[in-house]
Protein backbone atom coordinates (compact mmCIF):
# COMPACT_ATOMS: atom_id res chain seq x y z
CA UNK A 1 0.00 0.00 0.00
CA UNK A 2 1.65 3.32 -0.73
CA UNK A 3 -0.15 6.67 0.68
CA UNK A 4 -0.25 9.61 -2.13
CA UNK A 5 -0.09 13.41 -0.57
CA UNK A 6 -1.55 16.15 -2.78
CA UNK A 7 -0.46 19.52 -2.38
CA UNK A 8 -1.99 23.35 -2.62
CA UNK A 9 -4.82 23.21 -5.48
CA UNK A 10 -4.26 19.39 -6.31
CA UNK A 11 -5.31 18.74 -2.61
CA UNK A 12 -8.76 20.50 -3.54
CA UNK A 13 -9.02 18.83 -6.72
CA UNK A 14 -8.82 15.16 -4.93
CA UNK A 15 -11.11 16.87 -1.66
CA UNK A 16 -8.55 14.88 1.07
CA UNK A 17 -5.03 15.50 1.40
CA UNK A 18 -3.81 12.27 0.99
CA UNK A 19 -5.23 8.79 -0.32
CA UNK A 20 -3.73 5.62 0.21
CA UNK A 21 -3.78 2.73 -2.90
CA UNK A 22 -1.14 0.41 -3.81
CA UNK A 23 1.14 1.61 -7.01
CA UNK A 24 4.01 -0.34 -6.17
CA UNK A 25 5.76 -1.49 -9.14
CA UNK A 26 4.68 1.56 -11.09
CA UNK A 27 7.11 4.32 -12.19
CA UNK A 28 6.13 8.25 -10.77
CA UNK A 29 5.20 8.65 -14.33
CA UNK A 30 2.78 5.57 -14.48
CA UNK A 31 1.22 6.98 -11.27
CA UNK A 32 1.01 10.71 -12.97
CA UNK A 33 -1.12 9.17 -15.54
CA UNK A 34 -2.81 7.30 -13.59
CA UNK A 35 -4.23 9.95 -11.56
CA UNK A 36 -3.92 12.60 -13.92
CA UNK A 37 -7.12 10.70 -15.73
CA UNK A 38 -9.06 10.15 -12.10
CA UNK A 39 -9.00 13.63 -10.95
CA UNK A 40 -8.80 15.23 -14.47
CA UNK A 41 -5.56 17.45 -13.04
CA UNK A 42 -4.78 19.98 -15.94
CA UNK A 43 -1.45 20.22 -16.12
CA UNK A 44 -0.27 17.22 -14.50
CA UNK A 45 2.88 16.65 -16.06
CA UNK A 46 5.06 19.55 -14.96
CA UNK A 47 4.14 18.07 -11.36
CA UNK A 48 6.95 17.76 -8.73
CA UNK A 49 6.90 14.08 -6.91
CA UNK A 50 9.09 13.40 -3.56
CA UNK A 51 9.16 9.57 -2.47
CA UNK A 52 9.57 9.43 0.52
CA UNK A 53 10.44 13.06 1.12
CA UNK A 54 13.49 13.38 -2.10
CA UNK A 55 12.67 14.54 -5.28
CA UNK A 56 12.11 12.16 -8.03
CA UNK A 57 12.51 11.77 -11.62
CA UNK A 58 9.45 9.96 -14.00
CA UNK A 59 11.20 7.02 -14.23
CA UNK A 60 11.59 6.11 -10.80
CA UNK A 61 9.77 2.75 -9.70
CA UNK A 62 7.69 2.64 -6.75
CA UNK A 63 8.23 0.07 -4.06
CA UNK A 64 5.38 -1.01 -1.41
CA UNK A 65 5.00 1.23 1.69
CA UNK A 66 6.62 4.53 -0.40
CA UNK A 67 4.91 7.37 0.40
CA UNK A 68 4.49 9.86 -3.38
CA UNK A 69 3.83 13.61 -2.79
CA UNK A 70 3.01 15.77 -5.61
CA UNK A 71 3.75 19.53 -5.53
CA UNK A 72 2.88 21.80 -8.50
CA UNK A 73 5.78 24.13 -9.36
CA UNK A 74 4.45 28.24 -8.98
CA UNK A 75 5.70 31.28 -10.71
CA UNK A 76 4.37 34.10 -8.51
CA UNK A 77 6.22 36.42 -6.88
CA UNK B 1 29.09 52.77 13.33
CA UNK B 2 27.84 49.58 13.69
CA UNK B 3 25.53 50.35 16.29
CA UNK B 4 22.28 49.77 14.19
CA UNK B 5 23.30 46.36 13.92
CA UNK B 6 24.16 45.93 16.90
CA UNK B 7 20.91 42.99 17.51
CA UNK B 8 21.91 40.81 14.23
CA UNK B 9 25.96 41.29 15.60
CA UNK B 10 24.62 39.86 18.94
CA UNK B 11 23.07 36.97 16.74
CA UNK B 12 26.16 34.47 16.82
CA UNK B 13 26.36 32.79 13.23
CA UNK B 14 26.38 36.92 12.25
CA UNK B 15 29.05 38.26 15.10
CA UNK B 16 31.10 41.51 13.81
CA UNK B 17 32.95 39.35 11.67
CA UNK B 18 29.65 38.52 9.71
CA UNK B 19 28.79 42.19 9.56
CA UNK B 20 32.11 43.05 8.02
CA UNK B 21 31.60 40.94 5.41
CA UNK B 22 27.72 41.54 4.78
CA UNK B 23 28.99 45.19 4.21
CA UNK B 24 30.86 44.29 1.50
CA UNK B 25 28.36 42.30 -0.88
CA UNK B 26 26.84 43.09 -3.43
CA UNK B 27 23.38 41.64 -4.05
CA UNK B 28 21.20 40.96 -7.50
CA UNK B 29 17.55 41.44 -6.83
CA UNK B 30 15.27 40.34 -9.83
CA UNK B 31 12.20 41.52 -9.83
CA UNK B 32 10.66 44.32 -7.22
CA UNK B 33 6.85 43.34 -6.79
CA UNK B 34 5.60 41.40 -3.36
CA UNK B 35 8.88 39.52 -3.14
CA UNK B 36 11.28 41.96 -4.21
CA UNK B 37 9.73 44.87 -1.91
CA UNK B 38 10.31 42.81 1.75
CA UNK B 39 13.58 40.84 0.09
CA UNK B 40 14.95 44.27 -0.41
CA UNK B 41 13.88 45.72 3.01
CA UNK B 42 15.42 42.90 5.02
CA UNK B 43 18.92 43.36 3.43
CA UNK B 44 18.91 46.85 3.30
CA UNK B 45 18.10 47.21 7.04
CA UNK B 46 20.82 44.38 6.85
CA UNK B 47 22.85 46.27 6.16
CA UNK B 48 24.42 45.39 2.63
CA UNK B 49 26.93 47.20 0.98
CA UNK B 50 25.06 47.16 -2.68
CA UNK B 51 21.83 46.29 -3.95
CA UNK B 52 21.06 45.95 -7.53
CA UNK B 53 16.96 46.10 -8.16
CA UNK B 54 15.57 45.26 -11.71
CA UNK B 55 12.50 45.67 -12.51
CA UNK B 56 9.96 46.76 -15.81
CA UNK B 57 6.50 46.91 -14.08
CA UNK B 58 4.99 50.37 -12.38
CA UNK B 59 3.34 50.60 -9.03
CA UNK B 60 -0.30 50.39 -9.48
CA UNK B 61 -3.15 49.81 -6.94
CA UNK B 62 -3.28 46.20 -6.84
CA UNK B 63 0.33 45.87 -5.52
CA UNK B 64 -0.21 47.94 -2.02
CA UNK B 65 -1.95 44.86 -0.23
CA UNK B 66 1.19 42.91 -0.29
CA UNK B 67 4.01 45.34 -1.99
CA UNK B 68 5.24 46.80 1.36
CA UNK B 69 7.74 49.55 -0.46
CA UNK B 70 5.26 51.14 -1.91
CA UNK B 71 2.44 54.15 -1.20
CA UNK B 72 -0.79 55.40 -2.84
CA UNK B 73 2.05 58.25 -3.88
CA UNK B 74 4.05 55.73 -6.03
CA UNK B 75 0.24 54.84 -7.57
CA UNK B 76 -0.94 58.08 -8.83
CA UNK B 77 2.94 58.88 -10.43
CA UNK B 78 2.75 55.44 -11.87
CA UNK B 79 6.08 55.25 -10.37
CA UNK B 80 8.37 52.00 -11.85
CA UNK B 81 9.13 49.91 -9.01
CA UNK B 82 12.55 49.92 -9.13
CA UNK B 83 12.24 53.98 -9.30
CA UNK B 84 10.00 53.69 -6.26
CA UNK B 85 11.57 51.08 -4.57
CA UNK B 86 14.93 52.70 -4.92
CA UNK B 87 13.54 56.02 -2.90
CA UNK B 88 11.79 54.04 0.00
CA UNK B 89 14.86 51.72 0.62
CA UNK B 90 17.30 55.01 0.67
CA UNK B 91 15.07 56.00 3.47
CA UNK B 92 15.53 53.44 5.19
CA UNK B 93 19.69 53.03 4.80
CA UNK B 94 21.57 55.50 3.35
CA UNK B 95 24.55 53.47 4.36
CA UNK B 96 23.81 50.89 1.04
CA UNK B 97 24.22 51.40 -2.26
CA UNK B 98 21.33 51.11 -4.11
CA UNK B 99 21.03 50.36 -8.24
CA UNK B 100 17.39 50.87 -9.92
CA UNK B 101 17.22 49.61 -13.40
CA UNK B 102 14.21 49.63 -14.74
CA UNK B 103 14.01 47.29 -17.32
CA UNK B 104 13.36 43.48 -18.75
CA UNK B 105 15.57 40.75 -17.25
CA UNK B 106 16.34 38.85 -20.23
CA UNK B 107 19.73 37.43 -20.76
CA UNK B 108 21.70 40.40 -22.07
CA UNK B 109 20.37 42.62 -19.54
CA UNK B 110 21.42 39.56 -16.63
CA UNK B 111 24.74 39.14 -18.44
CA UNK B 112 25.78 42.74 -17.86
CA UNK B 113 24.68 42.97 -14.36
CA UNK B 114 25.90 40.11 -12.89
CA UNK B 115 29.61 41.46 -12.91
CA UNK B 116 31.12 41.33 -9.16
CA UNK B 117 27.66 40.00 -7.63
CA UNK B 118 27.53 37.54 -4.86
CA UNK B 119 24.01 36.91 -4.65
CA UNK B 120 20.89 36.71 -7.00
CA UNK B 121 17.73 36.60 -5.42
CA UNK B 122 14.93 35.86 -7.54
CA UNK B 123 12.02 37.69 -6.72
CA UNK B 124 10.51 37.56 -10.23
CA UNK B 125 7.05 36.48 -11.45
CA UNK B 126 7.65 33.63 -14.43
CA UNK B 127 9.63 30.87 -15.15
CA UNK B 128 11.35 32.34 -18.55
CA UNK B 129 13.16 34.62 -16.57
CA UNK B 130 14.17 32.41 -14.09
CA UNK B 131 15.16 29.93 -16.55
CA UNK B 132 17.38 32.49 -17.26
CA UNK B 133 18.75 33.27 -13.95
CA UNK B 134 19.54 29.97 -13.05
CA UNK B 135 21.65 29.47 -16.63
CA UNK B 136 23.60 32.88 -15.71
CA UNK B 137 24.24 31.86 -12.43
CA UNK B 138 25.40 28.58 -13.39
CA UNK B 139 27.83 30.31 -16.03
CA UNK B 140 29.23 32.65 -13.42
CA UNK B 141 29.25 30.46 -10.77
CA UNK B 142 26.88 32.89 -8.34
CA UNK B 143 25.08 31.26 -5.81
CA UNK B 144 20.55 31.82 -6.37
CA UNK B 145 17.77 31.33 -4.01
CA UNK B 146 14.58 30.76 -6.20
CA UNK B 147 11.47 31.83 -4.25
CA UNK B 148 7.94 31.76 -5.51
CA UNK B 149 4.01 31.78 -4.31
CA UNK B 150 0.66 31.93 -5.35
CA UNK B 151 -2.74 32.08 -2.88
CA UNK B 152 -1.49 30.65 -0.09
CA UNK B 153 1.25 28.21 -1.68
CA UNK B 154 4.75 29.28 -1.45
CA UNK B 155 8.38 27.48 -2.22
CA UNK B 156 12.01 28.21 -2.31
CA UNK B 157 15.29 26.54 -3.41
CA UNK B 158 18.71 27.61 -2.46
CA UNK B 159 20.98 26.76 -5.74
CA UNK B 160 24.38 26.67 -5.22
CA UNK B 161 26.91 26.33 -8.36
CA UNK B 162 28.45 23.17 -8.53
CA UNK B 163 27.00 21.99 -5.04
CA UNK B 164 23.15 21.80 -5.59
CA UNK B 165 20.86 20.65 -8.42
CA UNK B 166 20.50 23.88 -10.28
CA UNK B 167 16.32 24.68 -11.44
CA UNK B 168 16.48 23.05 -15.02
CA UNK B 169 17.34 19.37 -13.36
CA UNK B 170 14.17 19.96 -11.23
CA UNK B 171 12.03 21.07 -14.12
CA UNK B 172 13.33 20.00 -17.25
CA UNK B 173 11.34 22.37 -18.94
CA UNK B 174 9.86 25.60 -18.06
CA UNK B 175 6.41 24.49 -16.82
CA UNK B 176 3.03 26.23 -18.43
CA UNK B 177 0.79 26.37 -15.62
CA UNK B 178 -1.43 29.51 -16.07
CA UNK B 179 -1.44 29.64 -11.57
CA UNK B 180 -0.23 33.92 -11.09
CA UNK B 181 -0.83 36.08 -8.58
CA UNK B 182 -3.52 37.52 -11.44
CA UNK B 183 -5.49 34.64 -11.64
CA UNK B 184 -5.55 33.08 -8.46
CA UNK B 185 -4.40 35.91 -6.03
CA UNK B 186 -1.92 35.84 -3.65
CA UNK B 187 -2.20 36.91 0.15
CA UNK B 188 0.60 38.46 2.45
CA UNK B 189 1.47 35.87 4.44
CA UNK B 190 2.38 33.42 1.82
CA UNK B 191 4.75 36.24 0.91
CA UNK B 192 6.10 36.65 4.10
CA UNK B 193 6.82 32.72 4.29
CA UNK B 194 8.77 32.69 0.82
CA UNK B 195 10.50 35.75 2.10
CA UNK B 196 11.36 34.27 5.76
CA UNK B 197 13.26 31.49 3.67
CA UNK B 198 15.03 33.16 1.01
CA UNK B 199 15.94 36.06 3.13
CA UNK B 200 17.56 33.69 6.17
CA UNK B 201 19.85 31.66 3.23
CA UNK B 202 20.48 34.75 1.65
CA UNK B 203 22.28 36.38 5.13
CA UNK B 204 23.95 32.60 5.34
CA UNK B 205 25.66 33.09 1.85
CA UNK B 206 26.67 36.83 2.63
CA UNK B 207 28.12 35.82 5.83
CA UNK B 208 29.79 32.68 4.19
CA UNK B 209 28.09 30.11 6.82
CA UNK B 210 27.47 27.19 3.73
CA UNK B 211 27.33 24.40 6.66
CA UNK B 212 23.98 26.13 7.85
CA UNK B 213 22.51 26.25 4.26
CA UNK B 214 19.19 24.24 3.92
CA UNK B 215 19.53 22.21 1.33
CA UNK B 216 16.13 20.82 0.84
CA UNK B 217 13.36 21.95 -1.34
CA UNK B 218 10.69 23.84 0.81
CA UNK B 219 7.06 24.21 0.05
CA UNK B 220 4.26 25.15 1.98
CA UNK B 221 0.49 26.37 2.03
CA UNK B 222 -0.86 28.51 4.64
CA UNK B 223 -4.09 27.88 4.19
CA UNK B 224 -4.26 24.66 3.49
CA UNK B 225 -1.70 23.77 6.50
CA UNK B 226 0.77 22.15 5.02
CA UNK B 227 4.97 22.20 5.15
CA UNK B 228 6.70 20.19 3.22
CA UNK B 229 10.63 19.84 2.99
CA UNK B 230 12.31 17.28 0.38
CA UNK B 231 15.58 16.07 0.03
CA UNK B 232 17.21 16.75 -3.36
CA UNK B 233 20.76 14.97 -3.11
CA UNK B 234 18.99 12.22 -5.57
CA UNK B 235 18.26 15.22 -8.26
CA UNK B 236 21.57 16.56 -9.55
CA UNK B 237 21.69 15.52 -13.64
CA UNK B 238 25.30 15.40 -15.34
CA UNK B 239 23.55 15.37 -18.22
CA UNK B 240 21.75 19.12 -17.54
CA UNK B 241 22.65 21.61 -20.20
CA UNK B 242 22.64 23.99 -17.55
CA UNK B 243 25.02 22.96 -14.87
CA UNK B 244 25.91 19.09 -16.52
CA UNK B 245 29.52 18.16 -18.01
CA UNK B 246 28.43 19.11 -21.55
CA UNK B 247 26.23 22.75 -20.64
CA UNK B 248 24.86 24.95 -23.27
CA UNK B 249 23.32 27.24 -21.28
CA UNK B 250 19.81 26.87 -23.35
CA UNK B 251 17.59 29.94 -21.10
CA UNK B 252 20.61 32.18 -22.76
CA UNK B 253 19.74 31.43 -26.26
CA UNK B 254 17.45 33.66 -28.13
CA UNK B 255 15.99 31.11 -29.87
CA UNK B 256 14.63 29.14 -26.30
CA UNK B 257 12.97 32.67 -25.59
CA UNK B 258 9.56 33.93 -26.03
CA UNK B 259 9.13 36.07 -29.29
CA UNK B 260 8.02 39.44 -29.14
CA UNK B 261 6.93 41.76 -31.78
CA UNK B 262 5.32 45.33 -32.68
CA UNK B 263 3.00 44.96 -35.05
CA UNK B 264 2.81 47.90 -37.42
CA UNK B 265 0.61 50.96 -36.74
CA UNK B 266 -1.73 48.78 -34.49
CA UNK B 267 -0.57 49.38 -31.52
CA UNK B 268 -0.35 45.92 -30.81
CA UNK B 269 2.50 43.44 -29.38
CA UNK B 270 2.55 39.84 -30.38
CA UNK B 271 4.14 37.25 -28.39
CA UNK B 272 5.01 33.65 -29.02
CA UNK B 273 5.93 30.95 -27.04
CA UNK B 274 9.49 29.39 -27.78
CA UNK B 275 7.65 25.80 -28.73
CA UNK B 276 4.07 25.12 -29.65
CA UNK B 277 2.08 24.82 -26.75
CA UNK B 278 -1.60 23.70 -25.83
CA UNK B 279 -4.22 26.10 -24.04
CA UNK B 280 -7.25 24.49 -23.31
CA UNK B 281 -9.23 28.05 -24.14
CA UNK B 282 -12.49 27.12 -22.88
CA UNK B 283 -10.58 26.29 -18.84
CA UNK B 284 -8.63 29.49 -19.36
CA UNK B 285 -12.08 31.28 -20.28
CA UNK B 286 -13.91 30.28 -17.73
CA UNK B 287 -11.59 30.51 -15.15
CA UNK B 288 -11.09 33.78 -15.74
CA UNK B 289 -14.55 34.91 -15.96
CA UNK B 290 -14.61 33.65 -12.40
CA UNK B 291 -12.07 36.64 -11.36
CA UNK B 292 -13.03 40.08 -12.48
CA UNK B 293 -12.05 40.24 -15.62
CA UNK B 294 -13.88 40.47 -19.10
CA UNK B 295 -13.41 37.74 -20.97
CA UNK B 296 -14.99 37.35 -24.69
CA UNK B 297 -14.28 33.74 -26.13
CA UNK B 298 -14.73 31.74 -29.26
CA UNK B 299 -13.08 28.46 -30.11
CA UNK B 300 -10.53 30.03 -31.18
CA UNK B 301 -9.47 32.37 -29.19
CA UNK B 302 -10.13 33.97 -25.61
CA UNK B 303 -9.91 37.84 -25.31
CA UNK B 304 -9.46 39.65 -22.12
CA UNK B 305 -9.84 43.25 -20.59
CA UNK B 306 -6.70 44.39 -18.39
CA UNK B 307 -6.84 47.82 -17.70
CA UNK B 308 -5.79 49.72 -20.46
CA UNK B 309 -5.11 46.67 -22.19
CA UNK B 310 -6.91 43.67 -24.45
CA UNK B 311 -5.00 40.51 -24.24
CA UNK B 312 -6.01 37.75 -27.17
CA UNK B 313 -4.98 34.46 -26.68
CA UNK B 314 -4.73 31.90 -29.10
CA UNK B 315 -4.98 28.05 -28.34
CA UNK B 316 -0.82 27.38 -29.54
CA UNK B 317 -0.17 30.28 -26.55
CA UNK B 318 0.28 33.15 -29.13
CA UNK B 319 -1.03 35.99 -28.10
CA UNK B 320 -1.44 39.76 -29.51
CA UNK B 321 -1.29 42.26 -26.58
CA UNK B 322 -3.64 45.51 -27.87
CA UNK B 323 -3.23 48.68 -26.29
CA UNK B 324 0.55 49.10 -26.25
CA UNK B 325 3.92 49.33 -28.08
CA UNK B 326 5.99 48.45 -25.32
CA UNK B 327 7.84 45.01 -25.68
CA UNK B 328 8.11 44.68 -21.70
CA UNK B 329 4.85 45.66 -20.86
CA UNK B 330 3.22 43.32 -23.41
CA UNK B 331 5.18 40.41 -21.82
CA UNK B 332 4.86 41.66 -18.30
CA UNK B 333 0.96 41.39 -19.21
CA UNK B 334 0.87 37.83 -20.96
CA UNK B 335 3.17 36.57 -17.99
CA UNK B 336 0.51 37.88 -15.76
CA UNK B 337 -2.25 35.81 -17.17
CA UNK B 338 -0.42 32.74 -18.13
CA UNK B 339 2.30 32.14 -16.15
Known amino acids: MNKILFFAHLKDTVGE ?24 FQKFDTVMTAVNEEFSSDDEIIKAGDEIAFIPPVSGG | MFERYSRQMLFTPIGHDGQEKIRKKHVLMIGAGALGSSNGEILTRAGIGKLTIVDRDYVEASNLQRQQLYTEEDVAQ ?86 TPCLNCLLKSIPIQGMTCDTVGIIAPTVQMVIAHQSAEALKILVEDYDALRNSFVSFDLWRNQYSSIKMSKVKDEGCLSCGTQRTYPYLDKENLMKTSVLCGRDTVQIRPPKKIEINLNELASHLKTLEYEVKGNPYLVSVETGENRLVIFQDGRALIHGTKDLSQA ?6 ILG
Open chain 2, 78 to 163: KLPKAIAAEKRLKAINSDVDIAAVVGDANPELLEELVQDVDLILDATDNFETRMAINDIAQKHEVPWIYGACVGSFGMSFTIIPGK
Open chain 1, 17 to 40: ESIRIDVSGKSVAEVKSYLSDKYQ
Open chain 2, 331 to 336: RSIYQR
